[in-house]
């Protein structure tokens, strides 16, 4: 079974920034497009950004023009920059092909003021 596998999340102060990796365990085919997802304790899991097949990036509001997402080949990448404190989450990636979505197992990322 193909599996997600996030690195990168971590503790940083206000400010800092951190880059996260997903890349899978197999072949996958037919992505439509990747993307990053967090969810914070009591709060449902939220898109934070994806990236197309065509690599067009979308973000949400409160991530645009701190975070950027990027792809290679089938690894994909968030890079994340001036981080606040609600930006503590713990951040999923997922891919989604025609027919099922694969998703990791999430790592935390916890920003301190």
């Known amino acids: 079974q193909v599996q997600l596998v996030e690195s990168g999340g971590g503790w940083v102060q206000a400010g800092g920034s951190l880059r996260l990796s997903c890349a899978a365990s197999?072949?996958?085919?037919?992505?439509?497009?990747m993307g990053w997802y967090r969810q914070a304790p009591g709060k449902q899991r939220e898109l934070v950004a994806l990236?197309?097949?065509?690599?067009s990036p979308r973000y949400s509001d409160p991530v645009k023009g701190r975070f950027t997402i990027s792809r290679d080949n089938d690894k994909v990448y968030l890079q994340m920059n001036s981080l606040k404190v609600e930006d503590t989450a713990v951040y999923f990636c997922?891919?989604?092909?025609?027919?099922?979505?694969?998703w990791g197992q999430g790592t935390q990322v916890t920003v301190s003021s």
């Open positions: 197999g072949s996958i085919f037919s992505i439509i497009y």
């Open positions: 997922n891919f989604a092909t025609g027919w099922r979505d694969y």
């Open positions: 990236i197309t097949s065509g690599d």
